[in-house]
């Protein structure tokens, strides 16, 4: 529906550090708050807001398109702009085959468009409902994997991290994660490089924060600040390897 984009005229942002960014939490922790934070870096924004269709309520802020085509002709009248933010609430994934609308949905003919997009943030909400543990779009993938090449940032948002596509989340360079309770989240967490004892220690909205930027050298650090914001806390922590005092250490 949102059909194919004629390259536009390249702009570049000022980029932020982190160009995959893969945000977990519960409900009301402030993983949309941190994403609404990290956005404001950006000048060419696109939210794939999903839970504002459920709810009515979008989100976030810019432009609103609640379908395909709103989005389209959105996109035709600003791409070659410096500086445009959309909040799409519309429809993601449509039926693989037309005539069995309530059969398999997918998502590829979106993100293949969003791939093509340059300079651009891409914010992600309810991450798990565009891909699984065992798919994932492949439009989708390509901006995790190549986005560099055309300026091209991404942040997923998502409740459930053993729900989310390993060969998207294995190549994030930050994992944001607030604590939780489900033992499949938490090993998926383990799995991912974090540290379970440390990220358990943490109550509230504080968060642990794994930033390892493409060729550099991965760090921790923990937000225990009142509000969200975009950046890192203080100084990491030790490392590598990671010792933590106490009980704090790695499993």
């Known amino acids: ?9 390249l702009h570049t942002p000022e980029l932020p550090s982190a160009r995959v960014s893969l945000l977990i939490a519960k409900t009301g922790h402030g993983k949309t708050s941190v994403s609404r934070a990290r956005a404001a870096l950006w000048k060419r924004r696109l939210f794939v807001d999903s839970k504002a269709r459920h709810t009515g309520v979008p ?3 810019g432009m609103v398109a609640r379908t395909g085509k709103e989005l389209r ?9 410096e500086a445009w933010t959309i909040d799409y609430t519309g429809p993601v994934a449509v039926p693989v085959d037309p005539a069995k609308p309530d059969g398999p949905k997918t998502s590829e ?9 340059p300079n651009y943030l891409l914010v992600v909400e309810e991450a798990e409902n565009h891909m699984t543990a ?3 779009p492949e439009g989708l993938f390509a901006i995790a994997r190549e986005g560099r090449t055309l300026g091209q940032c991404l942040t997923l948002c998502a409740h459930r991290p053993a729900d989310l596509a390993r060969k998207v989340t294995a190549i994030a360079d930050e994992i944001v994660a607030w604590p939780g309770i489900e033992p499949a989240d938490m090993h998926a967490l383990k799995d991912r490089g974090l540290y379970m004892d440390l990220l358990r ?8 924060r794994l930033h390892a930027p493409e060729g550099g050298e991965q760090r921790f650090y923990v937000c225990r600040c009142d509000e969200p914001h975009a950046g890192h ?11 933590f005092p106490g009980t704090l250490e790695p499993e």
Do not use: T
């Open 1 to 9: 529906e949102v059909g194919d984009l004629p390259a536009p005229v």
């Open 201 to 208: 220690s943490l109550d509230g909205h504080n968060s642990l």
């Open 233 to 243: 806390c203080g100084e990491p922590l030790p490392g590598p390897p990671l010792k």
């Open 59 to 61: 989100e976030y802020w």
């Open 109 to 117: 003919a979106f993100f293949r468009v969003m791939a093509r997009i």
């Open 73 to 81: 002709a959105l996109l035709d009248k600003h791409q070659e702009r």
């Open 134 to 136: 065992s798919s994932c």
